[in-house]
């Protein structure tokens, strides 16, 4: 969009209803200027976008342009739960006592898997 123009200005779809011979065509006028005007209003930000990007991109060196790519591809890291010393004790008692390995995930609110591995020996 243009630096002048407020970021959210409102388009006027400028159409007389007398110059058509229908109501349904005057609709579909309407409607069809109004595609045309969203259309153009996204390609707008769009362009603007892209060139900002562009710009960042050409304003990066090649080895932190490679640390980003290299970040943006790899998969997400994941959260880890946080066991406490009280949980851990608190896991191996039940597993001692004979609870099922889901009671004592839901009791901690930690996965089975995370249960699996701090009652180890």
């Known amino acids: 969009m ?3 123009k407020p970021a959210h200005s409102y388009m006027k779809i400028d159409l007389t209803p007398t110059a058509f011979t229908s109501k349904d065509a005057y609709v579909r006028a309407a409607l069809s200027k109004a595609r045309d005007l ?3 209003t996204w390609e707008d930000e769009h362009s603007e976008r892209q060139s900002l990007i562009e710009r960042e991109v050409a304003s990066l060196s090649k080895p932190e342009l490679a ?3 290299i970040k943006l591809l790899s998969r997400p ?3 880890r739960a946080q066991i406490s010393d009280n949980m851990r004790a608190k896991a191996h008692s039940m597993r001692k006592k004979g609870a099922p390995v889901r009671e004592i ?5 930690i996965s089975i898997p995370s249960v699996y591995n701090i009652t180890k020996d």
């Open 2 to 4: 243009d630096k002048n």
């Open 38 to 40: 969203a259309v153009q």
């Open 67 to 69: 640390k980003r790519l």
């Open 77 to 79: 890291n994941r959260a």
């Open 105 to 109: 995930a839901a009791e901690l609110g």
